[in-house]
DNA sequence: ATTACTATTTAGTAATACTAAGTATAGCGC
DNA sequence: GCGCTATACTTAGTATTACTAAATAGTAAT
C-alpha cells in the first residue's frame, strides 16, 4: 500500500517546513508521530534526499545552526518565496486530484461516494 | 504534478473493471476520458504494463476474444474474489491516507481544511 | 569508554510510471 | 490491391521517487 504515497511526500514536507522554520530530524519525527500509521515509517534515506531536491529546486532555504545542547549540528529549513507559491498550487492540485480519484470509487458497485463529496 | 497519480493508477484500473469485464484499450479511453485533465494523459506503456501486474498478482483474470468488428482481438479482464477483496481494502486505505494528508495540510497557515473534514 | 540520543550523509536497490517505438487486424475509399 | 485510419496489444529503455542499510559525527550521562 505504501505506493499512494509517493509524490505527496514532498508536498506534506514542504506543509510541515510552512509552520515555521525547522530542520531535517524534526521533520522525520513530526513525520512519524502525525500518521505514521498510514503513511508508513519514513527512515533518513527517504527524508534527507527530498529535502536536497526541494533546495535545489529553490522551493526552500538552508541555514546551518552550530550544534546545539544535544546532538550535532542542525541545518535548519525554511520555505523560500517561490516555495510558498508552489506548495499553494500543490494543495490546490493534490484536491483536484483526490476528488478525481474519489470519482472513480464513486462509480464501483458497492462502494458509496465519500459524504463530503455530496456536500460540496 | 504527475508525482500523485503514482500508485493510485493500480486502483482506478481495479476501480473500472470493477464496473464490468472490459479490455485494455477501453480502459486507455475510459481512463483518458475520466479525469484526463487532472491525472494527466496515460498511453498504452502505461496501462497495459499495469493490468500485466494485476494478473500476476491473481487480482484480474483474463478471457481471450477473437478479432471484433473493428480492429483486433481483445483480452477482457474482470476481477477475481481476491480482486474485489483487495479493492476494497485499497479504497478503505486511500481514503485513510487522504484523510491523513488533510490533516498535513490543515496545518500550513493560510490553508483551510477542506471543508468536507469538517463535516465527516 | 561505552552507551544513548541527536543529526546528517550516501550507496545501492526496488517500485512505478513514462517515452517511444513496434506489431497486427479490420474496414473504407480509391 | 493499396494506402489510410482506427482499433488493440507489446515491449525496451529511461526517469522518478522512495526504501534499505549502513556509515559518520557530536554531546552527555553512566
Redesign the interface.
Known amino acids: 500500500?505504501?505506493?499512494?504515497?509517493?509524490?505527496?511526500l514532498?508536498?506534506?514536507l514542504l506543509?510541515?517546513i510552512?509552520?515555521g522554520e525547522t530542520y531535517g530530524y524534526e521533520l522525520l519525527t513530526r513525520l512519524n508521530s502525525?500518521?505514521a500509521s498510514?503513511?508508513g515509517y519514513a527512515r533518513e534515506g527517504t527524508v534527507y534526499p527530498i529535502l536536497y531536491r526541494l533546495q535545489d529546486a529553490g522551493l526552500i532555504r538552508c541555514r546551518m545552526a552550530p550544534s546545539a545542547a544535544n546532538g550535532g549540528a542542525k541545518k535548519y529549513y525554511a520555505l523560500t518565496e517561490r516555495g510558498r507559491e508552489t506548495?499553494?498550487?500543490?494543495?490546490a492540485?493534490?484536491?483536484?486530484?483526490?476528488?478525481?480519484?474519489e470519482?472513480?470509487?464513486g462509480?464501483?458497485?458497492g462502494?458509496e461516494t465519500?459524504?463530503?463529496?455530496s456536500?460540496?
Not at 506548495?87 to 494543495?91: D, H, K, R, S
Not at 465519500?114 to 463529496?117: E, P, R, S, V
Open positions: 500500500m505504501r505506493q499512494f504515497k509517493k509524490g505527496s514532498e508536498m506534506i506543509c510541515l510552512a509552520q502525525g500518521g498510514v503513511l506548495l499553494g498550487e500543490l494543495i492540485f493534490w484536491r483536484a486530484y483526490a476528488r478525481c480519484v470519482d472513480f470509487i462509480e464501483v458497485p462502494e465519500a459524504a463530503w463529496k456536500s460540496i
